[in-house]
């Protein structure tokens, strides 16, 4: 199995929006890309953290690979807006693709320019390429949470 962290706005819509494909096996919500150790969503929500809400997501690569991850990543979210996905606005907010080794960053660049050239979005993409830093998962009820509250009006798809 492989991994892919990826910020695309509230977890709870993107979460469920990458559980729907074949070759992902787990998925886990938590924080990541920030300074302060072990952050609880509630200081998270503040914006001062500088962490993003994300997806951790395992996945098998004889089945889904990363660059399809990547094109799913960008099918799922506005990746024009800044710190903004629908309604929620904050840097936790931001588009982000956090790579986990140079293939990956290589591909989530490449795949910026792909994306920039089929000219879908009507502003320049702004999603942020970084390395992937510690993931610390949020609380136990944010995990699955539209399998266990419905469906979530997250901007997402």
């Avoid at 889904?64 to 903004?84: C, G, M, Q, S």
């Avoid at 293939?103 to 999603?127: C, D, H, M, S, Y």
């Avoid at 830093?133 to 469906?151: C, L, M, P, R």
């Amino acid at each position: 199995m492989a991994t892919a962290i990826f910020g695309a706005g509230c977890f709870w819509g993107v979460e469920p929006f990458f559980e729907r494909f074949d070759g992902v096996t787990a998925t886990r919500v938590g924080y990541t890309g920030g300074h302060a150790e072990n952050p609880t969503y509630e200081q998270v929500k503040t914006g001062t953290t500088g962490h993003a809400e994300a997806v951790k997501i395992e996945y098998d690569p004889t089945v889904l690979t990363y660059e399809e991850l990547v094109n799913i990543f960008f099918e799922a979210h506005d990746p024009t807006t800044r710190n903004k996905q629908g309604m929620d606005v904050g840097h936790q907010y931001r588009s982000a693709i956090f790579y986990t080794n140079d293939l990956e960053k290589t591909i989530a660049n490449e795949k910026i320019k792909q994306w920039e050239a089929k000219g879908i979005f009507k502003r320049p993409i702004v999603t942020e390429v970084a390395k992937a830093e510690v993931f610390y998962d949020a609380e136990e009820y944010h995990q699955k949470y539209s399998q266990k509250n419905g469906s979530v009006a997250c901007g997402i798809g």
